[in-house]
């Protein structure tokens, strides 16, 4: 019996083909790539296009497996990542040199961090659907997150298919999440800070959508960070091997694709966790088990 006498099997082998195209981000690609023609011109932006690895896929010494969030922090000029088993933290260099490690306590499942001022940070556990409020010193050397000022937010998601990513916005003093999958999602979170240190209770929810007819183009959300010179939003996707750049409005900017080939990559970034963003302009991404990664702007950053 042919295909044309099993229209099923033959609608069954096209939806396998699309998801397949849709997954490798090819789809994604090429929608994205449409949707930024309509961006304004002049829009302050990263210009990832242009942008080239400096450093690619070097293992971190002293870290040997599950590596995940990243965050930047002006304060110390460094690097803050998160392992997830066994729970810890480690302090990099801005070319991959592990500083110190610090263990953590009452954690179970972390994924993201990311600074907010001076010594201050937030910690996702995924596992807890937990924000906990840590304080980072010189002099850290361990952390116990149930000592910590938390809030819990139930995404109403699988267990490990709840927060994947954060992000602080400087300018807003809002807090970026998104959601790994079923649904991709990113939310934004006003009030918070003032809640945890007793100020009040206006917190706000409201989810962010990209402004344009690909939607979420992504197969999954890694992780994002914002950049607080131009506000703009970049959203990591480990299955499609992408980095996209959005304005506040959701207006698409740009994309940095992570695969062999793109970008000066010999090899295409295996399982991108983590991103960040360095004074410069350069992009710092985190590869499960351990491998980091930084790419440079060819062209100078375009800012407000």
Known sequence: MTLRQRPWLLAGIVLILAAGLWVSGLVGLVAHQLAMRGASPGSPMLGLASYRVGIEGQPIPGLDDNTSGLTFSPATGTLFTVINRPPELAELSRDGRLLRRIPLTGARDVEGITHVEGDRFILV???RHRLSW????????SLDTEAAPFLSLDLGAFE?????GISWDQRRKELVIVQEMWPVRVLVIGGLDDAVQGRGLGVTVREWQPDSWAGHFVADLSSVTVHDPTGNMLLLSDMSSVLAEYAPDGAPLGLLTLWSGWHGLTRSVPQAEGVAIGPDGAVFIVSEPNLFYRFDPVVPVSQP
């Open 160 to 164: 490990n298919m709840g927060f994947e």
């Open 134 to 141: 840590v304080t980072i010193t010189p002099d850290t050397a």
């Open 125 to 127: 556990d995924e596992g």
